[in-house]
C-alpha cells in the first residue's frame, strides 16, 4: 500500500495549481511509494476520518487539535508545517500518539526578516502616505509629510531565535544599535548573534523600531499591551510579525489613535481575516499585510521542499532536521 500524504488544500490558487509551483512535487511524483491527495480547502481542522485516511498531512491552515488523533484508526505518522510557528497544533497531544511534527525553519528565516525590514523601510519613508499624496491630486502637500531618517537609530527585537538572528543581521549596516528582549537567550549569546540584551521596557524605551518575532504561546499571549506602549516614545513604531494574540489589539489601536507611538506595521492581526469593522483599517499611520508579507515564489518553493523533504526523510528512515515535538 501506498504512502499516502494529505496537502492543504489552501495552499492550490485560484488557478487549480499549488501556490508553491509544482517543482517541489517532482520528488513526490518520482517515486511509486507514495501518493498525494489534496485536501478539501473550506477545512479549518482536521477531523477523524483525515487523520485514519493519511500518513502524512502537509499542513497550512487547518488546525490540528486532540481530538482528531484520538480515532482507533488513526494512521497520521507526521505532520509537516507548512511554516515555522506550530501555535495551530496540539504538539502535546501529537507526542503522546506518536506523532511528529516538523515545521520550516530554513525556509522562512530570510524572507520574514526581510519583510521585518520592509516594514522598517515603507514606515520611515511614509512610503504609502507618500503614494496617497501622488494618487489623490495632493503632491505639493508632500512638505507637510517628512519621512523619519534611520541615522543613529535603535532597531529592538523581542524574540530574538532563528528570524531575529536573521533580523539582525541584516539591520546591522541601518542601525546604530541593536537591543533584543527574549528570556531564553543569555547575554553571551546575544552578543554573539549582534545584539545588547535589555529587559521588556527598556526596549520599549530605547527602540525608535520595535519588531516582534517571538512565538504564540501561553506565555507570549497578550505580552505586548498599553504598559509596553506607554513606555515607547511617540516618535517610535511598532511592527508585529510574529502572531495577533502576542498584542492586546485594543491598546495598540489606542496607543495609534492617540499618537503614543508613531506607528504600526502589522502581518498579522488577532483575527485573520480581520473583521472588516477592525478600527486599525482606517488609520493611516498603520501599514496592514494579510499575514502574507514575506511570502515570495522562492520563499514557498523553498518552504514546500523543507516541508516534503521531512515527510520523506521518515519514510526512507533518515535523521529528520526541524522536528518540534
Ligand atoms: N508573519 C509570518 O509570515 C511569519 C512567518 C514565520 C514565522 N512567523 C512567526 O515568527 C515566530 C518566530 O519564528 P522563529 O523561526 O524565529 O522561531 P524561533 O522559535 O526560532 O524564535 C522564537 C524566539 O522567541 C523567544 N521567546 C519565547 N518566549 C518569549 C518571551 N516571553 N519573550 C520574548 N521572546 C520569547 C524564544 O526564546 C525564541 O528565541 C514564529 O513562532 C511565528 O509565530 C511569522
Redesign the pocket.
Known amino acids: 500500500m501506498k504512502f499516502k500524504i494529505g496537502i492543504s488544500g489552501d495552499l492550490i490558487n485560484s488557478n487549480g495549481l499549488p501556490c508553491f509551483g509544482e517543482k517541489s512535487l517532482q520528488q513526490v511524483y518520482d517515486r511509486d511509494d507514495v501518493e498525494i491527495e489534496w485536501m478539501d480547502p473550506a477545512i479549518k481542522q482536521l477531523s477523524k476520518e483525515m487523520t485514519s485516511r493519511y500518513d502524512a498531512i502537509l499542513l497550512n491552515l487547518p488546525k490540528a487539535n486532540k481530538e482528531c488523533v484520538e480515532g482507533k484508526d488513526c494512521k497520521l505518522k507526521i505532520i509537516s508545517r507548512f ?3 506550530y501555535d495551530s497544533v496540539d504538539i502535546k497531544a501529537m507526542k503522546e500518539k506518536n506523532i511528529i511534527v516538523t515545521n520550516t ?1 530554513n525556509a ?2 530570510r524572507p ?1 526578516a526581510v519583510a521585518a525590514l520592509t516594514f522598517v523601510f515603507a514606515l520611515s519613508g511614509k512610503l504609502f502616505i507618500k503614494d496617497d499624496l501622488v494618487r489623490s491630486g495632493q503632491w505639493n502637500d508632500r512638505t507637510n509629510h517628512m519621512g523619519f531618517g534611520l541615522t543613529n537609530k535603535t532597531l529592538g527585537i ?7 538572528t536573521e533580523l539582525i543581521k541584516l539591520s546591522t549596516n541601518f542601525f546604530e544599535k541593536i537591543i533584543s ?5 543569555s547575554k553571551k549569546e546575544m552578543i554573539n548573534k549582534g545584539a545588547e540584551k535589555v529587559d521588556f521596557f527598556d526596549l520599549a524605551k530605547q527602540s525608535d523600531f520595535v519588531v516582534v ?4 504561546n501561553e ?2 499571549k497578550d ?1 505586548i499591551d498599553k504598559s509596553f506602549f506607554k513606555n515607547m516614545k511617540p516618535t517610535s513604531f511598532f511592527i508585529n ?3 495577533g494574540p502576542v498584542v492586546k489589539e485594543n491598546d495598540l489601536i489606542l496607543a495609534l489613535e492617540k499618537n503614543i507611538i508613531q506607528g504600526a506595521g502589522l ?2 492581526m488577532n483575527q485573520e481575516p480581520i473583521n472588516q469593522d477592525n478600527k486599525l483599517l482606517s488609520l493611516k499611520n498603520t501599514i496592514l499585510t494579510p ?1 502574507a508579507l ?1 511570502w515570495t515564489d522562492e520563499c514557498f518553493s523553498e518552504i514546500a521542499n523543507e516541508a516534503i523533504s521531512s515527510i520523506l526523510n521518515f519514510i526512507d528512515n533518515k535523521p529528520i532536521e526541524n522536528k518540534v515535538n
Open positions: 511554516g515555522v510557528g525553519p522562512v528565516r520574514v523581542v524574540g530574538c531565535g532563528s528570524i531575529g528582549y527574549d528570556p531564553f537567550v518575532l517571538c512565538n504564540l506565555n507570549t505580552l510579525m510574529s502572531r502581518d498579522v499575514h514575506c
